[in-house]
């Protein structure tokens, strides 16, 4: 049981590059999240999909897109890296339910836009 | 506690001393929050929660503490140990919502 799983773990890009992060869970949660990471602001939401087929915009949607490919797997696209972009990007998924409040983490994406 | 800017507030400790982390939250129609600890490197990991009709839990050598009055939250560390040094979020849900909103942290460091 790996929990939240996301890769690549380091990617360096130029301007201008595109790419996208994977992310994939196998606790069988119905919601998963994208959030940035920069010093001194926290955790901040890109995108989430409080289910399978839906997105939704978060906090900092600007520049990224998104995909629920399947329950399992939730990956965010960057079409043209700027240098603002430049993070660490963490993944959550949450199961269903009233009990099942809290978020879980994969291990992050560091990326640095050239 | 919580601050704006590019420098966390750090907490600093003697091994063995209690620590208490402090927690302002910003909406009062939250009604779910949350700890997390944060270690170099990694990704957050779930500390403790509390929902709104409680005014205090507790777990393993840690008590949350909530105060809606004045929109305040509170992390206790019993015993504080060299591994708890790291960077502590607390995180807030507003009713019907299905997202966390993540305040921007503070640093524990814990001096053997």
């Known amino acids: 049981n790996a929990g939240v799983t996301q890769t690549p773990k380091f990617q360096v890009l130029k301007t201008g590059q595109s790419m996208t992060l994977q992310c994939a869970q196998d606790?069988?949660?119905?919601?998963m999240y994208w959030y940035r990471q920069d010093p001194g602001m926290g955790l901040r939401l890109i995108y989430y999909?409080?289910?399978?087929?839906?997105?939704d915009k978060g906090e900092v949607p600007n520049g990224y897109n998104v995909s629920r490919l399947n329950k399992r797997e939730f990956s965010l696209r960057l079409e043209s890296a700027a240098p603002s972009q430049t993070s660490v990007y963490f993944c959550?998924?949450?199961?269903?339910?009233?009990?099942?409040?809290?978020?879980?983490f994969g291990s992050g994406t560091q990326l640095s836009v050239l | 506690g919580e601050s704006v800017g590019l420098h966390l507030p750090t907490l600093s400790v003697q091994e063995g001393d209690n620590s208490i982390i402090n927690c302002a939250y910003s909406?009062?129609?939250?009604?779910?929050f949350i700890w997390y600890k944060q270690e170099s490197g990694k990704g957050p990991q779930f500390i403790i929660d509390?929902?709104?009709?409680?005014d205090k839990r507790q777990g393993q050598r840690v008590t949350v503490l909530l105060n809606k009055t004045v929109k305040h939250l509170s992390l206790q560390i019993a015993a504080t140990q060299p591994g708890d040094s790291a960077v502590y979020f607390c995180?807030?849900?507003?009713?019907?919502?299905?997202?966390?909103?993540f305040g921007k942290g503070t640093m524990l460091l814990v001096s053997p």
């Open positions: 999909s409080a289910s399978e087929g839906t997105t």
């Open positions: 959550a998924s949450r199961g269903a339910g009233g009990n099942n409040e809290k978020l879980f």
């Open positions: 995180a807030e849900r507003r009713s019907g919502y299905s997202t966390l909103t």
């Open positions: 909406n009062s129609a939250s009604d779910y």
């Open positions: 606790m069988n949660h119905n919601s």
């Open positions: 509390i929902r709104s009709n409680m």
